[in-house]
């Protein structure tokens, strides 16, 4: 990639991120595609001075996306970034899905659709600190997603922010395919959410998004429209990148060059 | 004497809540069925209705109770925990929030309603849980004992109610304690280890036994299990070992009920003794117009208990 010439300082971090989720994916195996699309989200929620985690709350409901919470984490100083070399082994605190075992990590999860409903919860009984949620775009299949939409509007929960890494696949195929969710941005407005759709790796719209959902009076959804396996050539809107398991040196290292 | 086990849950928490005002509901749209309609009115806050959506409930009394609440989550067995078990195991188990899942309407004691409303696969769903600690109250004034000990604890538990007024059974000297179950009666030739109301049957029996000549010097040992997870595993041992004879009562499915919670305990300390199962025997349930009729149709009521006491001698 070219020097970041006028980029926000953020995309440098990103992509410094992204060399470490592959670096712990390539030794591991994990859920690389998802990882790469939600990065730059996790990376301006924590990153974006935004939020102050000592008091808001971050849910991962997709909860496969661990490899990029983790990376966060580790970087941000909540534990040792040595950790990520063993990543998903029998000895490592660090669970192949989100796990609370782990320093910063709010709520375990692995099973979708239920971190926006544990989100609902937090903000309800939290109303003077800021929750984020992030979920799949193949997640919004599961019907909880949708009862927790209806209670979102109920209790008003405006401190309640859901990003939706947008990335169009899933893992047997494209969103469209195997289930459509059509006009997600209308169905949300008319579950009585205030939506954005912004480009899922642009850091000046994620983060003016962010500020704007800060003050809503609503609960928020923020649809992001990201690419899977975002930064790596063969990887990217492909959805075989999914999830990976040894993956090859010699795609390793076209991997590495390309980031 | 008979009162109702699910208005003692209601009036309990209710009354609780006025002292602790960390205890929050999170109902589906059964409030007035837990007579929890004071609770709504006097704390609205704290209140929260969710609809029929039994997911979506547990895992937003999880993100409650992560915020320090004592969350009761309320609805039926037969929809919580039985729509949302995975819910309950990722939300609410795994992340070892401080949720009490309050299933009432259990067993053939939902009577008239049927099949889909009379749960007997529960304890089954919530036995095999890690972190979750499992209870069914005797009758009323136990479960008032057990609702105030499960809002002093921050583990989760599943609590089992039942539907009609039930006769009065619990000795008001004890006390509930997790982990402990209670001698109604002592005796030497069989123990009754059940759970719940229907355990007035094994009196009923002891009654029966009494007038009769040729059995009238049996003694029933009764122990009301309503710890079923964890089992008090000491009090159990040590009346099968004295009585050498074992029926376990329950109105639940055989599989994976209270009694196949004890079998593996008299296995593993290689006791010799006599077991018999009474419970629902891989069936469904039946609309009838009484529970005993429901009890008797289904092997588990007063006539049968006393034929398996009767088959030991």
Redesign the interface.
């Known amino acids: 990639m070219l020097p970041f010439i006028n980029a926000h300082p953020l995309q440098k971090v990103s992509q410094d991120f992204r060399h470490d989720i592959l670096d712990m994916i390539y030794k591991n195996g994990g859920h690389i595609g998802g990882s790469l699309s939600s990065i730059d989200l996790i990376n301006t929620v924590y990153f974006g001075n935004l939020f102050n985690f000592k008091k808001d709350h971050f849910?991962l409901s997709a909860g496969h996306l661990a490899p990029s919470l983790y990376v966060i984490l580790a970087n941000a100083g909540y534990f040792p970034k040595k950790l990520l070399d063993n990543y998903s082994s029998l000895d490592s605190i660090l669970q192949h899905h989100v796990s609370?075992d782990v320093p910063g990590v709010?709520?375990?999860?692995?099973?979708l659709?239920?971190?926006l409903?544990?989100?609902?919860?937090?903000?309800?009984?939290?109303s003077k600190s800021k929750v984020i949620c992030l979920t799949s775009d193949g997640e919004h299949q599961e019907?909880?997603i949708w009862?927790?939409l209806?209670?979102a509007k109920k209790?008003k929960l405006k401190n309640l922010i859901n990003i939706v890494d947008f990335n169009q696949f899933q893992i047997d195929g494209p969103v469209s395919q195997i289930m459509p969710l059509d006009n997600l941005a209308a169905k949300y407005i008319q579950f009585g959410w205030t939506v954005t759709t912004i480009d899922g790796h642009n850091f000046n719209q994620i983060i003016s998004t962010l500020k704007v959902a800060k003050k809503s009076d609503y609960p928020n959804c923020i649809i992001a429209k990201t690419t899977i396996g975002k930064g790596i050539s063969f990887m990217e809107n492909n959805f075989k990148y999914h999830d990976v398991k040894n993956l090859s040196e010699a795609l390793y290292n076209q991997a590495k060059s390309e980031l | 004497m008979t009162n109702s086990i699910r208005q003692s849950f209601g009036n309990t928490l209710t009354k609780l809540a006025k002292n602790n005002k960390n205890i929050?509901v999170?109902n589906a749209d059964l409030k007035s069925s837990l007579f929890l309609n004071d609770f709504a009115k006097k704390f609205p806050r704290r209140f929260?209705e969710?609809?029929v959506?039994e997911?979506?409930?547990?895992?937003?009394?999880?993100?409650?109770?992560?915020?320090?609440?004592t969350v009761f989550l309320t609805s039926f067995s037969c929809f919580s925990p039985a729509i949302n078990w995975?819910?309950i195991?990722?939300?609410i188990c795994?992340?070892n929030s401080n949720v009490k899942i309050i299933g009432s309407h259990a067993g053939l004691m939902s009577t008239d309603l049927g099949a889909t409303h009379q749960m007997l696969e529960d304890l089954a769903l919530m036995r095999s849980l890690p972190n979750m600690e499992v209870f069914s109250p005797l009758d009323a004034l136990e479960t008032e004992k057990i609702i105030k000990t499960v809002s002093f604890s921050k583990k989760p538990a599943y609590i089992r109610l039942v539907r009609p007024p039930t006769p009065n059974l619990f000795d008001s000297k004890f006390d509930f304690t997790i982990g402990k179950s209670h001698i109604l009666q002592p005796g030497k030739n069989v123990t009754i280890i059940g759970h719940g109301p229907i355990l007035e049957e094994a009196f009923q029996v002891q009654a029966k036994l009494n007038l009769d000549d040729k059995y009238k010097k049996i003694s029933l040992e009764i122990i009301n299990c309503s710890s079923i997870k964890p089992l008090d595993v000491t009090t159990i041992l040590k009346s099968i070992k004295k009585t050498g004879h074992l029926i376990c009562l329950e109105d639940h499915q055989k599989n994976g009920g209270l009694g196949e919670a004890i079998t593996p305990l008299i296995l593993s300390n290689n006791l010799s003794c006599k077991f018999i199962h009474l419970a629902v025997d891989n069936s469904f349930g039946r609309s009838a117009k009484t529970y005993q009729e429901l009890y008797n149709y289904y092997g588990i009521g007063v006539d049968d208990l006393l034929s398996a006491v009767k088959k030991y001698f």
């Open positions: 849910v609370r709010e709520y375990s999860s692995g099973s659709g239920q971190g409903s544990f989100a609902c919860g937090l903000a309800l009984g939290d019907g909880q009862e927790s209806l209670f209790y | 929050f999170v929260i969710c609809g959506a997911n979506n409930a547990a895992a937003v009394a999880a993100g409650l109770a992560q915020t320090g609440k995975n819910t195991k990722q939300s795994y992340n």
